[in-house]
T-cell receptor, first 116, second 114 residues
Framework: GAVVSQHPSWVICKSGTSVKIECRSLDFQATTMFWYRQFPKQSLMLMATSNEGSKATYEQGVEKDKFLINHASLTLSTLTVTSAHPEDSSFYIC????????????FGEGSRLTVL | AQKVTQAQTEISVVEKEDVTLDCVYETRDTTYYLFWYKQPPSGELVFLIRRNSFDEQNEISGRYSWNFQKSTSSFNFTITASQVVDSAVYFCALISGSSYKLIFGSGTRLLVRP
């Protein structure tokens, strides 16, 4: 299957700093990418949908100024957590939709963010 | 509205037992896709199966089998002869209509004891 890579896998940062997480589709063009957040022992919650070349669409309750999403190319989307706080500590997972098959999604390995 | 319900929060079985994880979905769309993912302690999501709404055939893959029943809006997952390595959180998920938005259930934590 197709490969989606996330970087970094783990990140620890100080409160108030910004953290960027990258999501790359390695062997296919991803017209749409999704960002999910997962708190411990909870399900994955969709944060936003990112389409290449256009603004991301955020789910209700997700602050777009805090979670900046950029999808500048068909193989890369980035999520920047700005002015991170301890409550932003979570597991962030991206997924990418290719143009090959309807309903086919590929997930990255996830990025665990800890804000001290 | 779309929704996925996994009523079983945690299941604990002894190795070699069979176990069924339940999944009930809601959607008004006639075209949709159902998924099962496994999330081991390491966190990554492991894709197990995708089924579209027009294919109600049950599927078997090794020790895994899936029972899709549109009449009851269910897509249950059975592990036969469970093993310790099957211990993980399992998520059922839904993509509905023309959207690629994947709606996850709350997950079922499976613990297989030796």
């Amino acid at each position: 299957g197709a490969v989606v890579s996330q970087h970094p896998s783990w990140v620890i940062c100080k409160s108030g700093t910004s953290v960027k997480i990258e999501c790359r589709s390695l062997d296919f063009q991803a017209t749409t990418m999704f960002w999910y957040r997962q708190f411990p022992k909870q399900s994955l919650m969709l944060m936003a949908t990112s389409n290449e070349g256009s603004k991301a669409t955020y789910e209700q309750g997700v602050e777009k100024d805090k979670f900046l999403i950029n999808h500048a190319s068909l193989t890369l989307s980035t999520l920047t957590v700005t002015s991170a706080h301890p409550e932003d500590s979570s597991f962030y997972i991206c997924s990418a939709a290719g143009v090959h098959k309807a309903g086919e999604l590929f997930f990255g390995e996830g990025s665990r963010l800890t804000v001290l | 509205a779309q929704k996925v319900t996994q009523a079983q929060t945690e299941i604990s079985v002894v190795e070699k037992e069979d176990v069924t994880l339940d999944c009930v979905y809601e959607t008004r769309d006639t075209t949709y896709y159902l998924f099962w993912y496994k999330q081991p302690p390491s966190g990554e999501l492991v894709f197990l199966i995708r089924r579209n709404s027009f294919d109600e055939q049950n599927e078997i893959s090794g020790r895994y089998s899936w029972n899709f029943q549109k009449s009851t809006s269910s897509f249950n997952f059975t592990i036969t002869a469970s093993q310790v390595v099957d211990s993980a959180v399992y998520f059922c998920a839904l993509i509905s209509g023309s959207s690629y938005k994947l709606i996850f259930g709350s997950g079922t934590r499976l613990l297989v004891r030796p």
